[in-house]
């Protein structure tokens, strides 16, 4: 896939095909067991999460969940959560720090859901939260950015030891159309954006912002999914035992993030 334009890897990361967090954790993952509710207003399924062994041990395993087609992404609102998701997501985090367990996230939403509903009901200081709380909790965080990262939705998700993204998947600070909306006032141009934004795995990793990039098969991972799944279970795994050798982890991972930009 080398010599792609950044453009191609948008339009491979958000390929309807592509596995998602459901297929990562299905693949992956046994005796999954799916929590659900934020315990203040309803479900949001567009956040999946709860509790599996991975590799035979415990863990805490959740991420955004886009549908395949119309249908399912309309009852997970084409992968973008509302606050109820990212409470949930909070519940997760809190759970897995009391009992001691791994938290491995997957990300794949182009933002977090922005209707007036949304923030009426409190989106912002969810995500922030969130932010907090992956922040500080102290047992290891690892992220796997799969298809598209959009905005402070996939970063709620993504504070982590170990950033992972595959090959064609992006991660930015908003999708190119709304790069190219506000710069040049023209969504048209956003192929152009694409290639200013250094959304790119590549681009992130020379960034410090991913630790490692993980290697799709020729055309996507939505071509040879049991050959993407065997990938990033590979270097989760490796990635997991390494976070957990070094320790301290609630410190190292404010240290990686505040050494970002220097």
Not at 31 to 40: C, Y
Not at 87 to 105: D, G, H, V
Request: charged share 25%; glycine share 10%; with cysteine.
């Amino acid at each position: 896939m080398d010599g792609l334009k950044p453009e191609e890897r948008v339009a491979l990361a958000r390929h309807p095909g592509r596995p998602g967090t459901a297929d990562y954790i299905g693949a992956l993952f046994t005796d999954f067991f799916e929590l659900k509710g934020d315990r203040q207003c309803r479900e949001d399924a567009s956040i999946l999460g709860g509790v599996a062994l991975y590799h035979g041990r415990p863990v805490t395993v959740l991420g955004h969940r886009k549908g395949k087609d119309l249908q399912q992404n309309l009852k997970y609102n084409f992968g973008m959560p509302g606050p109820e998701g990212y409470r949930k997501a909070q519940r997760l985090f809190r759970q897995a720090e009391k009992f001691k367990r791994p938290i491995i996230t997957f990300v794949d939403t182009p933002g977090a859901y922005p209707g007036l509903e949304a923030e009426a009901r409190g989106q912002g200081e969810a995500i922030a939260s969130c932010l907090s709380l992956l922040s500080t909790v102290d047992v290891p965080v690892l992220s796997v950015i799969i298809g598209e990262g959009g905005s402070g939705g996939a970063l709620a998700l993504a504070l982590a030891n170990r950033v992972l993204m595959l090959e064609n998947a992006v991660y930015s600070i908003l999708s190119p159309e709304g790069f190219a909306s506000i710069l040049w006032k023209d969504s048209s141009r956003s192929a152009e954006a694409a290639r200013l934004m250094k959304l790119t795995a590549d681009d992130l990793l020379e960034l410090s912002v991913a630790d490692a990039v993980i290697p799709e098969p020729p055309g996507g991972a939505h071509e040879a999914p049991a050959a993407a799944f065997q990938s990033v279970d590979q270097a989760l795994w490796g990635a997991l035992r390494a976070v957990e050798q070094a320790g301290d982890f609630a410190a190292r991972r404010y240290d990686k993030f505040r050494r970002m930009g220097l």
